[in-house]
């Protein structure tokens, strides 16, 4: 079955501090990771996906398939970047994706 | 294009009526997405269509619920006889062929009283 698990439901830095918000996946084939975010009163959007190994706004996810996680990275974080982070996956053969719990990100000033 | 577009903002309904969401995606996105999001929840995957067709709905979804594409652009969520655990923000994404990338609307927030 597949399953997204993002351990943290608040994760609070100061600005300035390096961030990691953190998502395992289960899944038996060959998965597509993806981030998204929702910030405060916007839709939910896009932020990144592994296939294109792309840093957005200084955010970068490398895919582990041997621990099965697809952390989200940012060596900086700004207080912009206060907002809910969903991890999200899909499966080969399928267009469904499944989302995680979210994590709340707070960057104190 | 202004983007997804779902339609009513906000319901309120009794216990046991039955009630109906439209969603209009981004024009040209073949695919579109109905997912439920509940308070410190992620959004749950409810179904999804390719053009007209639905091609996977969720085993969790109970019979109440029902979705059309009709014409492969906007989609219709019934739900009938309405339960107080309905309550959530119905949330409707479009997809063009590009993998990966969802495009939400700004959801329906469903309250039964």
């Known amino acids: 079955a597949q399953r997204v698990t993002q351990p943290e439901k608040l994760l609070s830095v100061f600005k300035g501090a390096p961030v990691e918000l953190k998502c395992n996946y289960s899944?038996?084939?060959?998965?597509?990771l993806f981030w998204y975010v929702q910030y405060s009163r916007q839709r939910l959007q896009l932020l990144l996906r592994?296939?294109s190994r792309e840093s957005i706004k200084g955010f970068t996810a490398d895919l582990n398939k041997g621990e099965t996680s697809f952390h989200l990275k940012k060596p900086f974080a700004q207080e912009e970047d206060s907002a809910m982070y969903y991890c999200?996956?899909?499966?080969?053969?399928?267009?469904?994706?499944?989302f995680g719990t979210g994590t709340r990100l707070k960057v104190l000033a | 294009d202004t983007g997804v577009s779902q339609d009513p903002r906000h319901k309120i309904t009794k216990r046991g009526q039955n009630v109906t969401f439209r969603c209009d995606p981004i024009?040209?996105?073949?695919?579109l997405y109905w997912y439920r999001q509940t308070l410190g929840q992620g959004p749950e995957f409810l179904t999804y269509?390719?053009?007209?067709?639905?091609?996977?709905k969720s085993r969790l979804l109970s019979d109440r619920f029902s979705a059309e594409r009709p014409k492969g652009s906007f989609s219709t969520l019934e739900i009938q006889r309405t339960e107080q655990g309905d309550s959530a923000m119905y949330l409707c994404?479009?997809?063009?062929?590009?993998?990966?990338?969802?495009?939400f609307g700004s959801g329906t927030q469903l309250s039964v009283l």
């Open positions: 994404a479009s997809s063009p062929v590009d993998r990966g990338k969802l495009f």
């Open positions: 899944y038996s084939g060959s998965p597509e």
């Open positions: 999200a996956l899909s499966g080969s053969g399928t267009y469904k994706y499944i």
């Open positions: 592994h296939i």
């Open positions: 269509f390719q053009n007209e067709a639905q091609l996977e």
């Open positions: 024009s040209e996105h073949n695919r």
